[in-house]
């Protein structure tokens, strides 16, 4: 039986592809979802009709903050002094916990660690810093040594020692293990191994990593200053309890030029470190 031109032979022809029927599977996981979903609905009290009928409140305050207070010797120059003071939080609490992170991530990847016991501690360690916001070690530092930048700093050195141990293991575990089993063979320590084949192919990971919580840090140092740990944050809450929401403003848009000005200098470093590493 001859076809017409263009058509195809009928046992040629493509069939439609068959839908797939749900499975069991897959409508216990939507249902979930779902019921999840209307838990937390009820549980936050999300109400979009709330948030309309305030638009009163939302207006009264747009009236107070604008136009920002932009006097020299009241508003910007404490509020650029105070700018600084959270930049050095960030910095020291990102350097100083270099040491500690690295010690923990050595000891946390498997590539390096000396033993079972040593990556359990280690990972336990690593995962209760990450757990404990940067918030709350600032609370308890400031108890311990007072208000001002100090706690700031000790309170990043600790949640960042557990960040970035975190990554840097992930990093070490990650690469090829044959310069350092070669080593191992030819009579190398663990140590000697660690230094000379698994910490020099990371070195480019490593640095970019710790450019990008640097970056972090200086925003999360905000954050702190709005419990007592000094720096702008702090002018920032005493703007809001004072009611001077223009004062406030004019911080905030301090807090955003540094902030960018951050984001542009990690950005251009971590650009540099991959053309010539080729990895960030």
Known sequence: MSTTAGALPPDTRLTPPRRRP??????????AVVIAHVLAWNGTEFSPSALVQGWRGMADFVGQALPPDLSWDGVLLPGLRAALVTLGIGLLGTT???????????????????????????????????????????????????????????ALIFHNTGVMGKLWAEAMEEIDLGPRDALRVGGASGVQAASHAVLPAVVPQFVGLLLYRFDVNVRSSLVLGLVGAGGIGFLVNQSIKLFRFDEMVTHLAIVMVLVVAVDQLSAYVRRRIGGQGRVT
């Open 96 to 154: 100083f916990s270099v040491p500690f992170a690295l010690v923990l991530a050595l000891l946390a990847a498997r590539a390096t660690t000396p033993g079972r016991w040593a990556y359990q501690a280690a990972r336990s360690v690593l995962s209760f810093l990450r757990a404990v916001p940067d918030v709350v070690f600032a609370l308890v530092f400031v108890t311990a040594v007072g208000l001002g930048p100090f706690a700031g700093v000790l």
């Open 22 to 31: 749900v499975t069991t599977a897959t409508a216990t996981i939507t249902a």
